[in-house]
């Protein structure tokens, strides 16, 4: 006979409150993002050409793709943001899901793209870059 766990008020709690939290954060995200989608992926583009991890021969058109692959993320549903960010879930511990969301869109997306020569560094070069620059973005906002 097989044993039945159920969990307690308590752990449910903490469970339900440790997903609030993230879904909180998530909103948060997305939200400062959709508010600062142009001059965000102006930062977040430069840094990655400057730091040598995107090579290409115009900025303005790695720019676009980014403020794309952003306007993409702030409408997509959960599920569509799950399934992109899933081969590189367990690249951090604990990710920031538009952090990860645009490191996917970098390394599966825009390797491919016309006026990108080529991508160095590894992935996790290219996400602590993205999330350095959302960590500005997100202490900038939050001090409105």
């Given at each position: ?32 993002i959709?508010d ?6 102006n ?38 943001i ?36 080529d ?18 973005l ?7």
């Amino acid at each position: 006979m097989a044993k039945m766990f159920y969990t307690g008020n308590r752990e449910s709690k903490l469970l339900s409150k440790i997903e609030s939290s993230k879904e909180r954060e998530r909103i948060k995200t997305i939200s400062a993002i959709r508010d600062n989608i142009d001059s965000f992926s102006n930062k977040v583009s430069m840094k990655l050409i400057e730091t040598g991890l995107i090579e290409t021969v115009s900025k303005s058109s790695v720019e676009n793709q980014i403020v794309r692959c952003l306007d993409n993320l702030c409408r997509a549903e959960d599920f569509d943001i799950d399934y992109a960010v899933a081969p590189f879930r367990s690249l951090v511990s604990n990710p920031n899901i538009a952090s990860l969301y645009l490191t996917a869109f970098v390394v599966e997306n825009l390797i491919n793209h016309k006026d990108v020569i080529d991508i160095y560094g590894s992935d996790d070069d290219i996400y602590f870059c993205i999330q350095k620059e959302l960590t500005a973005l997100m202490d900038g906002s939050s001090g409105r």
